[in-house]
């Protein structure tokens, strides 16, 4: 069997998980067991170990703890007979691909932006390092061994803290002219008119979908003030019966369905896949995402499966480890056009 390490850097949580190809031909070499991987045959996660990221304390010190985490799995495998190839990353933050450094990133990691990761990484682990986008790891692990499992082409929906995605289709994630693709939540969106969003426009999908967005439009809306997450909110709607935070729950989900079945209606995927926090909040939630794509969809794509994610945190693990793999495997697959979805031709 193949043994990569995948890693997923996020706000609040790193971890790292030892992913094993189950459809990989045992080898004596890395290269051989990764020539051997059929990425479509199957993976798992055999071990994880994981701690809350230093967000605040800068880029050295998540680095550092990174590795710390990632070392101490690392040898764990090593002690087991487990041969490790390398190490794919999923990291918060726009990426660039070719370099593995990541390009910019919002205020929730301190100094993220400009970190040269992969190099870092391949110096203090010595293992080779790819790394792409935490939203489009994740959407790539589901992509090959979860939910999306057996599509030629799949949408990834991520609703929990902010609203992002990613659009996979066979095996390759499309990652934009710039690397930003995905950013679904900054779509504009009529039920969040005139809200400021994060980005520094406005009236965008997140402020009015996203969990923090319906905590705080819960509270703008005249509903109990000592509610401060949608955890609250949904429990106020399906306990207590609260007539404000069910209109707040269904509006933020018929406004993320109605965006959904917009994305549909360009992007015409195979299947869609919802995960992040909110995907579990329930069936009054998933009902009004429902009937908000089912407003939207176009007649010829209204029947676009819209199911929920498999893997949970999982996925993201899964999906770093397969970029290491193709990037490894066949660096001209991996190609920066290749990372953004095309087909890269060279000549022999």
């Not at 992509?143 to 390759?172: E, K, Q």
């Not at 899964?318 to 991996?334: E, K, L, M, Q, T």
């Amino acid at each position: 069997m193949t043994f990569v390490l995948g890693v997923d850097i996020g706000g609040t949580k790193i971890a790292v998980g030892l992913v094993e190809f189950t459809g990989a031909a045992g080898a004596d070499s890395a290269g051989a067991d990764l020539a051997g991987i059929d990425l479509a045959g199957g993976a798992r996660v055999v071990a994880l170990a994981s701690s809350p990221t230093p967000a605040a304390l800068g880029s050295a010190a998540i680095v550092a703890e990174v590795v710390r985490v990632a070392s101490g799995l690392l040898a764990e495998a090593r002690r087991a007979g487990h041969p490790v190839a390398g190490c794919g990353v999923g990291s918060a933050g726009v990426i660039d691909r070719a370099t593995g450094t990541v390009v910019s990133a919002t205020s929730s990691l301190t100094g993220w932006a400009g970190t040269p990761l992969a190099a870092v990484l391949e110096d203090r682990l010595e293992l080779p390092v790819t790394v792409l986008n935490d939203v489009h790891a994740h959407a790539l692990g589901e992509a090959l061994a979860g939910a999306g499992r057996g599509c030629p082409s799949m949408m990834m929906i991520a609703a929990g803290t902010g609203i992002g995605g990613a659009f996979v289709t066979d095996g390759l994630v499309w990652a934009g002219a710039t690397g930003l693709s995905g950013h679904f939540g900054h779509l504009p969106a009529a039920e969040a008119a005139g809200l400021p969003c994060t980005c520094g426009r406005e009236g965008h999908l997140e402020v009015i979908a996203s969990g923090p967005a319906i905590a705080e439009r819960y509270r703008a809306a005249g509903g109990d003030p000592v509610v401060t997450d949608a955890r609250g909110v949904f429990a106020r709607a399906s306990g207590a019966a609260d007539p404000i935070a069910e209109r707040t729950i269904e509006t933020a989900g018929y406004a993320l369905g109605r965006a959904i079945g917009g994305l549909v209606n360009s992007l015409d995927p195979h299947a869609v896949v919802v995960g992040g926090g909110l995907s579990d909040a329930g069936e009054f939630w998933w009902s009004a995402v429902r009937r908000g794509a089912a407003a939207e969809l176009m007649p010829s794509v209204a029947g676009c499966p819209l199911v929920p994610a498999q893997l949970g945190a999982d996925a993201a693990l899964i999906g770093a480890a397969a970029a290491f793999v193709r990037r490894a495997r066949s660096p001209a697959g991996d190609h920066p056009a290749a990372a953004l979805g095309h087909r890269v031709v060279t000549s022999s």
